[in-house]
Nanobody, 117 residues
Framework: QVQLVESGGGLVQPGGSLRLSCAASGSIFSIRTMAWHRQAPGKQRELVAT???????IYADSVKGRFTISRDNAKDTVYLQMNSLKPDDTAVYYCNLIAGPFAVNYWGQGTQVTVSS
């Protein structure tokens, strides 16, 4: 079983920064993609950023130039550095991992990010 534990969320003022972390543990085989998604109140969950095993990244247009996804392979941890935060970035952020020969999806429990003055 794979567990994903997120941390780093909180309350920040507009223009501020936060770094989210997601530590993976358990029987992890062949990670294909690690990603962050978010869900704001009353909205559908949306993809924020992905990082595949080759190192390629994809970002939502709304976060390009402000957010950076990275990974520490030795720790099986993925990070999301969020700069120049806006109120529209307020959401629950979820870590997502796709791994194994059958591309199984794993999800974290979510961490709240609130951007407000």
């Amino acid at each position: 079983q794979v567990q994903l534990v997120e941390s780093g969320g909180g309350l920040v003022q507009p223009g501020g920064s936060l770094r989210l972390s997601c530590a993976a543990s358990g029987s992890i085989f062949s990670i294909r993609t690690m990603a962050w998604h978010r869900q704001a109140p009353g909205k559908q969950r949306e993809l924020v950023a992905t990082l595949n095993r080759g190192g390629s990244t994809i970002y939502a247009d709304s976060v390009k130039g402000r957010f950076t996804i990275s990974r520490d392979n030795a720790k099986d941890t993925v990070y999301l550095q969020m700069n120049s935060l806006k109120p529209d970035d307020t959401a629950v952020y979820y870590c997502n991992l796709i791994a194994g020969p059958f591309a199984v999806n794993y999800w974290g429990q979510g961490t709240q990010v609130t951007v407000s003055s």
